[in-house]
Nanobody, 117 residues
Framework: QVQLVESGGGLVQAGGSLRLSCVASGSRFGINVMGWYRQAPGKQRELVAVITSGSTTNYADSVKGRFTISSDNAKNTVSLQMNSLKPEDTAVYYC???????????WGQGTQVTVSS
C-alpha cells in the first residue's frame, strides 16, 4: 500500500512563501495522478493543484499564478511551491496519489499552513 508523508508547512506572513513536499513509499504501480488538496476549518476539502504522469497540471482559480506543483518520479515526491501567500490560504494541506479519476487513491496525514496578516 502507498504511504504518503507531507512536510513543509508552518507559519508565514502574508506575501511570503512556503514549499510543501510529499514523499511516497510502497508500491506506486499505476499511479498517474498526484495532487494537493486543502481543508480550512468549517469548509470542505478542496482541490488545490494536480499533476499527471505526463506532467499536465491543473490549478484552482484561487491559486493560479501563485502556486506551482511539480513531481520527481525518481524520488517519489510531489511538491507545491506557494508564493504570495494570503491569509485565506490557511488550511491543512494534503497530498493524494491515485490511479485515474475514479480511484480515491491514497492520502497523507496533512501539514498545517498558517498565513498571518
Amino acid at each position: 500500500q502507498v504511504q504518503l508523508v507531507e512536510s513543509g508547512g508552518g507559519l508565514v506572513q502574508a506575501g511570503g512563501s512556503l514549499r510543501l513536499s510529499c514523499v511516497a513509499s510502497g508500491s506506486r504501480f499505476g499511479i498517474n495522478v498526484m495532487g494537493w488538496y486543502r481543508q480550512a476549518p468549517g469548509k470542505q476539502r478542496e482541490l488545490v493543484a494536480v499533476i499527471t504522469s505526463g506532467s499536465t497540471t491543473n490549478y484552482a482559480d484561487s491559486v493560479k499564478g501563485r502556486f506551482t506543483i511539480s513531481s520527481d518520479n525518481a524520488k517519489n515526491t510531489v511538491s507545491l511551491q506557494m508564493n504570495s501567500l494570503k491569509p485565506e490560504d490557511t488550511a491543512v494541506y494534503y497530498c493524494n496519489f491515485r490511479r485515474g479519476r475514479v480511484d480515491p487513491g491514497y492520502w497523507g496525514q496533512g501539514t498545517q499552513v498558517t498565513v498571518s496578516s
